[in-house]
């Protein structure tokens, strides 16, 4: 079984400042984790993902997230908030198991607020 | 638009009615799957297709609700005699496994209103 807890529902920043969106899993594999960003009105998009490789992951937009296995967190940050990332940002893990079938779970989603 | 593509944004009907979404996925994508968000919620895991086999659905999935996807390309998502429960965003995704590993890209979503 696999689930995500996304620590904060809400997140407000001002413009200029860093961002730090928690998120923590549970996954009985190797998990994959990802962030999706959603836009009022558009499709979910992703941002980053994690798949065994370097743990430091590089995303669009500035954003990276770190996989720490011993903490089960993988927190999405970006060093400078811009107005254009205020959105709803899902962290998700799916399992790597073959039988999974790549089944995406979402965590609650965070709502971030930039302020000018 | 070689994106997922999902029919209609918008459907609004009457409670009991059924309702017939379609989605048509990345045209080399042998995966598809459907989720169906809520209100202030993340996106809830339904059903998943490999090419035309349905391999998992998902507890959500009562009985009023079947999918298909006959050729291993579009897929159908039906709810017979919907009810005001059923009001929620349906989102279709397809995904398939490359060099870099597998990710899903999503359509825009069927906004569905049951009143």
């Known amino acids: 079984a696999q689930s995500v807890t996304q620590l904060d529902s809400h997140v407000s920043v001002s413009e200029g400042t860093p961002v730090l969106l928690r998120c923590n899993y549970s996954s009985s594999y190797s998990p994959s984790l990802f962030w999706y960003v959603q836009h009022p009105n558009k499709g979910l998009q992703l941002l980053l993902k994690?798949?065994?490789?370097?743990?430091l992951v590089k995303g669009i937009n500035g954003f990276e997230a770190e996989f720490k296995k011993s903490e089960t967190s993988f927190h999405l940050t970006k060093p400078s908030a811009h107005m254009s990332d205020a959105a709803e940002y899902f962290c998700?893990?799916?399992?790597?198991?073959?039988?999974?079938?790549?089944?995406?779970?979402f965590g609650g989603g965070t709502r971030v607020l930039v302020k000018p | 638009d070689t994106g997922v593509s999902q029919d209609p944004r918008h459907k609004i009907t009457k409670r009991g009615q059924n309702v017939t979404f379609r989605c048509d996925p990345i045209?080399?994508?042998?995966?598809l799957y459907w989720y169906r968000q809520t209100l202030g919620q993340g996106p809830e895991f339904l059903t998943y297709f490999q090419n035309e086999a349905q391999l998992e659905k998902s507890r959500l999935l009562s009985d009023r609700f079947s999918a298909e996807r006959p050729k291993g390309s579009f897929s159908t998502l039906e709810i017979q005699r919907t009810e005001q429960g059923d009001s929620a965003m349906y989102l279709c995704?397809?995904?398939?496994?490359?060099?870099?590993?597998?990710?899903?890209?999503f359509g825009q979503g069927t906004r569905l209103t049951v009143v």
């Open positions: 045209s080399e994508h042998n995966r």
């Open positions: 998700v893990v799916s399992d790597q198991a073959r039988a999974a079938g790549n089944k995406l779970t």
């Open positions: 994690y798949t065994s490789a370097a743990t």
């Open positions: 995704a397809s995904s398939a496994r490359t060099q870099r590993g597998t990710e899903a890209f």
